[in-house]
């Protein structure tokens, strides 16, 4: 497994060593941290540790960051929050992941869709009208960045608007963690959620930012930890992981560095199999978007077999989402954003990250000209 090429960082970003040591030190302490004895007390002193880095990371307070077992559990918080506390009407926009989509068409049915436009960018003029139109109090659910394409929204704009409606915002910052400046996010969201496996801490943590005067509404029965937002033994060894991977990947001089090593890299990829493969259209090119990502489609390639044909070939990308259960299906970001079945079936997302080296994009790019190749698609160069 060493010499194969991984370019899943939406997926999942390798555990940083930061992380595996921060995991191995609470690991030893071994005990609860709801417990009242000294290992007890130890492991809530590693919790509230983790919180006071997450929170000085992300310019916040301590009393801020509810820590979950994941991002997906910290929408569901975050949504029953919302529906707690009474706002609507309700707009998604149409390229969320599937995580928050699902989970807000359970809670609110009549949940109204925001538009995009071909490159995934919100209409927000669309949403003015409709406040204006309207009226109450709207709760909009927005991506900071999109997973599949790496779009990145004008947050400052999209909360600007939704506050001077009396409104609140809740955002999935997952993907703009670690590959863009705080800045870009802190304070912008009512609700901002967070995961810890996607800049290179473990699973099975994630957080949850609420700002002030937002309530946190548990739903569920049990011990009610995290000062009785959510019910369960905190994961610690992760949460110190997490916390530990964000103080590494989140300063600006780190974010930074990233930038400059997974766009080179992305570059490298782009420009290769552009040049070779006319079939090829990059989405989301020419818009804002994440420095590590590019979702490529070519029309006739099913997104699956491109897929395993990158495995077979020793690489790791992905078609959409990772997050259904290994399934592999028509893209429904794409579909929002206008393209044909064709093309939303037909499409692969690849993404770098703290581990990737810049000369990575020309070598997957290689791989995937052979790939395609070998699927019957003309090369206008022999030199792949």
């Known amino acids: 497994m060493m010499d194969r090429l991984y370019a899943d960082h939406n997926a999942s970003s390798p555990l940083r060593p930061e992380a595996r040591e921060a995991m191995l030190r609470v690991m030893d302490l071994g005990g609860n941290p709801s ?80 538009p995009v436009n071909q490159g995934a960018l919100i209409d927000v003029n669309w949403l003015s009208q409709e406040f204006d139109r309207q009226g109450g109090q709207p709760l909009v659910i927005a991506q900071a960045a999109n997973n599949e394409t790496g779009t990145i929204q004008s947050l400052d704009t999209i909360s600007t608007r939704v506050r001077a409606a009396g409104g609140a915002l809740l955002c999935d910052a997952v993907q703009l963690l670690g590959k863009a400046s705080v800045g870009q996010f802190a304070g912008l969201a009512d609700w901002l959620i967070l995961s810890s496996h996607k800049i290179g801490g473990p699973m099975g943590a994630g957080a949850l930012i609420a700002a002030p005067g937002i309530e946190i509404v548990n739903t569920r029965a049990g011990g009610g930890q995290e000062r009785g937002a959510r019910s369960g033994t905190e994961n610690v060894a992760a949460i110190a992981g997490f916390a530990a991977a964000a103080a590494v990947a989140c300063p600006d001089e780190a974010v930074q560095a990233f930038q400059e090593q997974t766009s080179q890299a992305r570059h490298g990829f782009e420009l290769a199999v552009a040049t070779a493969l006319a079939d090829a259209d990059f989405v989301s090119h020419g818009v804002r978007r994440l420095s590590n990502t590019s979702c490529v489609v070519v029309d006739g390639w099913e997104g699956a077999r491109q897929v395993m044909a990158m495995d077979l070939a020793g690489a790791a ?36 990250g703290w581990s990737s080296q810049i000369e990575d994009g020309a070598r997957l790019a290689e791989l995937y000209l052979q790939a395609a190749a070998r699927a019957g698609h003309a090369l206008s160069t022999q030199a792949a």
């Open 317 to 352: 990308v992905s078609a959409g989402s990772a997050c259904s259960s290994g399934k592999v299906k028509m893209s429904r970001i794409l579909k929002a954003c206008g393209y044909s079945d064709g093309a939303a079936a037909s499409s692969i997302r690849v993404s770098f």
């Open 35 to 114: 417990s009242v004895h000294g290992e007890g007390r130890a492991a809530k002193r590693a919790l509230e540790d983790a919180r006071e880095t997450l929170a000085h990371t992300l310019e916040c307070g301590a009393d801020a960051v509810t820590f979950t077992s994941g991002a997906t559990e910290a929408v569901h918080l975050a949504m029953e929050s919302a529906k707690a506390m009474g706002f609507g009407p309700i707009f998604v926009s149409a390229v969320e992941h599937d995580a928050i989509w699902s989970y807000a068409y359970h809670l609110w049915p009549d949940a109204q869709i925001i």
